[in-house]
């Protein structure tokens, strides 16, 4: 598919990666924001310097591409992180809250463009004046010390009081352009912090046939009225310090303006044509790695350190990945299949090849899991995202919610991570809009005023699993089985289980905003959740407390690639069962079997009488064994923690397999999760646990679907 | 069948929509069908929609699926699922021998397999030849026929592989199949 496309031009190329890293940026970025407001002292400075970085690389690269509107915005949000790392403004809610807006309209504008879209003109403006605003209310930033190139009519004002006068010089190495950064941005930016006067020297400048274009030849004399700090002005020149002569000096506003001979400090790139030092310059410095040598200048900022970054990861395409995920996949197909004849051979003399196939099996596992562990990634990047909605919502709704985080680091394949998004966001809207309680209700309730959500991941038995959990009113009962009444979904006169009815916020068309709001409430939300999870061959449940709070628990594979499962044979057929689910099995014995209600059977094992379910029954499968006592119970545990005993023939042995998409051919299959091809190269169906249950338990007043008597009668095959 | 086979090897990968029933489409323009037997019944599919065809294989069932769904089967990797054509045209399961041939075809961006007697020929006619379907009680819905074609003496009943198994009738097939399961029917014969 990917081949169709063509070979992208070598722009596309970098375009692409320009917009890979704006979306790692901005990820970045609003993780930051995130955590910003409860950073101390001296973290806080760090991650600033962090954003900025991140925001000037956004930046910088847009320049490159000339795409207008982002550089506009991420000036602007640099110009507002610059004034707050100068701690001019602080870190006030509102002012994250602005950068948070900047962002996000920076995301947006970093989208429209990669689709080729104009940006809206209107919302970068204001979202520009917002920014501006910010440092423009405190006292010593006057009006125009910072100004985005958009507003750039109202930059002739007149040099204030206490402003300062600049004499800079600047002389770019090719190594400037090397690391992408581009003069104009610097001349923007300078003009952004006051009245600036530009003279260019372009006498190195060479004829057409002689020149190197890689190679830069011009210089500028700047003459800036800025009430900036000397200090803002070196910032500007911090990315390119390493890559450029520079010499910034300040001059008395009364002094004419200084004499524009090329007047240069040394290069510290490997510059060839740099005109040597005249005599009035400073002495050349020593080191390559020089920050912007100023005439009595101060020690230079801490941020500067930074800048050289190990490189400890490395950007891989996905479909490389996956093809990789496929290879490793068919490798333990034909791994499977070699063990089976193995088998055989073993017996006829031939240890050494048997011995041989096992340590190959032992590397096929490593390799696998190696290969695994590249798609794997922390929810984090998923858990992020959802400070911020509670912030969103908690204020749209009127409510205080504290949110608490937890097993951020669990990992996750990489496609779950993106599908985990929508469903997540979706739990926590329906948590927040019709869980929590309004402030006076819940003291009134005799709960804090600020509710508590809890949202946490864990890894159990080869499944994810995340929560959420809320300290809200719980599940209304009486009302969701009224609208569920309503609305069709239930008969007037059913007596459900309370879980049943909790159950039934998960029904295609239910929902219990009495108004639809634009929060949740659309009747989609957790109808759209169950199935999107069982997409990804996981189940979501919820479990309530009326008054207390509710509970939504999502389990879902960690990977949708492989996993360990054991061949159960019912008749003719081969099942897979995931072996993360099964507890133990056991033959039966006629006397253990009770039949409960003259329909259901259970088994008394270990003091509990667990309930049996004949998957032969359950899918209508013939050929099998039809002695009670001839077969076997597999007691599984289903994602509500319930056990589960499955009737089945035989146990035909563990085998680790590739999980293949159903649903990709055909439809779902209910009590199926998906499918894998055996050794022999057939087709076996991976039972679904919980999907199994499903079908047994009388839904909305409905019989049960399947009959589960696994009394030989009852066992005729067609 | 060989010849069959072999044509399809080139096929492209990408499905064509079928030629319509109603309004026959640029007269002199060729069309190519597969034509595959059932029975002694005459069967043909777009050229374009095949991708190719294999001999029968066993599959893998699915529970409580209509009778026409066979099972599913693995196509060098993918699950795909294979439909009993003679049984979706209530003519009873068929009895598969080695003999029986697969017919996988695109749907709608799915891969399925058409189980099939045997694969007769290549079909080329134009499309003026293809006439619209005759409203006679026939045991095949004509929903399901794109057209009517001759080939030499023998009638060629072309297929409309998207509404024959589309998504939709097969989601509504299964809600049928658990309600049958549900009400205690048996599913088989």
Known sequence: ?718 | MTTASNQSNGAPVLPATLTDAEGPKSDDVESQFITFSIGSEEYGVDILVVREIIAWTEVTQLPNTREFVRGVMNLRGSILPVFDLRCRFGMGLTEVAKTHVIIIVYVQDKLIGILADSVSQILVVKNSEIRPVPDVDLVVDQEFLAGLANSEDRMVAVLDVEHLFDPEMLRDSVDKARSMVAKGESNGD
Not at chain 1, 239 to 257: G, H, K, M, N
Not at chain 1, 462 to 468: K, P, S, Y
Request: net charge negative; hydrophobic share 40%.
């Open chain 1, 1 to 718: 598919m990917a081949k169709q496309k063509g070979p992208l031009s070598q722009i596309e190329k970098f375009r692409a990666t320009f917009f890979d890293e704006c979306a790692e940026r901005l990820t970045e970025i609003e993780d930051i924001l995130e955590t910003l407001p409860e950073a101390d002292e001296e973290t806080r400075s760090e991650r600033l310097n962090e954003l900025f970085r991140a925001v000037h690389s956004i930046k910088g690269g847009a320049g490159a591409f000339n795409f207008e509107d982002i550089v506009k915005v991420s000036h602007a949000l640099e110009a507002a992180l610059d004034h707050m790392r100068s701690r001019q403004i602080t870190t006030s809610e509102d002012a994250i809250e602005k950068l948070i807006d900047g962002r996000d309209l920076l995301a947006d504008i970093v989208d429209r463009v990669k689709a080729g879209k104009k940006a809206i003109a209107k919302r970068v403006k204001e979202t520009v004046r917002s920014l501006e605003a910010l440092f423009a209310d405190v006292e010593l930033a006057g009006a125009e010390s910072a100004e985005a190139p958009s507003t750039e009519d109202i930059l002739e004002t007149a040099p204030k009081a206490d402003s300062k006068r600049f004499a800079i010089k600047f002389k770019p190495t090719a190594r400037l352009f090397e690391t992408a950064n581009d003069p104009l941005l610097i001349v923007r930016e300078l003009k952004a912090l006051g009245d600036l006067k530009t003279s260019l020297d372009a006498n190195l400048l060479l004829p057409l046939e002689k020149l190197n274009p890689l190679e830069s030849y011009l210089m500028w004399s700047f003459d800036l009225t800025t009430d900036a700090s000397r200090d803002a002005v070196e910032e500007i020149f911090e990315f390119v310090a390493d890559a450029c002569a520079l010499r910034i000096e300040e001059v008395s506003i009364e002094e004419p303006e200084t004499a524009s001979e090329a007047e240069v400090v040394a290069s510290t790139g490997p510059t060839p044509r740099v005109p040597p030092p005249p005599p009035s310059s400073p002495p050349p410095t020593p080191s390559p790695q020089n920050t912007p040598t100023a005439v009595g200048s101060e020690p230079p900022p801490p941020a500067k350190v930074s800048s050289a970054r190990k490189i400890t990861s490395v950007r891989v395409d996905l479909d490389r990945i996956d093809t990789l995920v496929n290879m490793v996949g068919e490798l333990v197909i034909t791994q499977a299949m070699l063990e089976q004849y193995g088998e055989a051979v073993a017996l006829h003399g031939g240890e050494n090849f048997h011995r041989g196939l096992e340590t190959m099996s032992s590397h096929m596992r490593d390799l696998q899991d190696g290969v695994m562990a590249v798609r794997m990634q922390p929810v984090k990047t998923v858990f992020a995202r959802m400070p911020r909605l509670i912030r969103e919502l908690s204020r749209k709704l009127g409510k205080k919610v504290r949110l608490t985080l937890r097993g951020e680091d669990t990992e996750v394949d990489k496609t779950i991570i993106e599908l985990l998004s929508d469903p997540l966001t979706h739990m926590i809207r329906n948590s927040l809009d019709h869980g929590l309680e309004m402030p006076a209700d819940r003291l009134a309730a005799g709960k804090t005023e600020e509710a508590e959500i809890i949202l946490s991941a864990d890894q159990r038995s080869g499944r994810i699993i995340i929560e959420v959990i809320d300290d809200g009113a719980g599940i209304n009962r009486e009302r969701v089985l009224g609208i569920a009444v309503e609305r069709g979904l239930v008969d007037a006169g059913a007596e459900l289980q309370p879980e049943e009815i909790d159950d039934l916020i998960f029904a295609p068309g239910f929902s219990t905003a009495e108004e639809v709001t634009d929060v949740s409430g659309r009747g989609v939300g957790m109808d759209v959740v169950r199935r999107s999870v069982q997409e990804l061959g996981g189940r979501v449940t919820v479990l309530s407390t009326p008054g207390t709070g509710a509970r939504f628990i999502m389990a879902l594979p960690l990977t949708l690639a492989v996993m360990d499962g054991m061949i159960v044979r019912v008749g003719d057929e081969k099942y897979i069962l995931p072996l993360a689910c099964i507890i133990e099995s056991l033959q039966l014995a006629p006397e253990d079997v009770q039949t409960v209600m003259d329909q259901a059977q259970v088994v008394r094992h270990r003091d509990e009488y667990i309930p049996l379910v004949s998957l032969a029954s359950l899918f209508n499968v013939g050929g099998g064994l039809l002695n009670v006592s001839d077969r076997l119970v597999v007691f599984v545990e289903t994602g509500m923690g319930k056990t589960l005993g499955l009737v089945v023939d035989d146990l035909l042995g563990q085998r680790q397999v590739v999980i293949k998409s159903l649903e990709e051919n055909y439809l779902h299959v209910e009590g199926v999760s998906a499918a894998t091809i055996l050794g022999d190269g057939r087709v076996a169906l991976i039972l679904d646990v919980d999907g199994l249950e499903g079908m047994i338990v009388p839904m909305h007043g409905f019989q049960s679907r399947a009959a589960i008597n696994i009394l030989p009668e009852n066992e005729v095959s067609p």
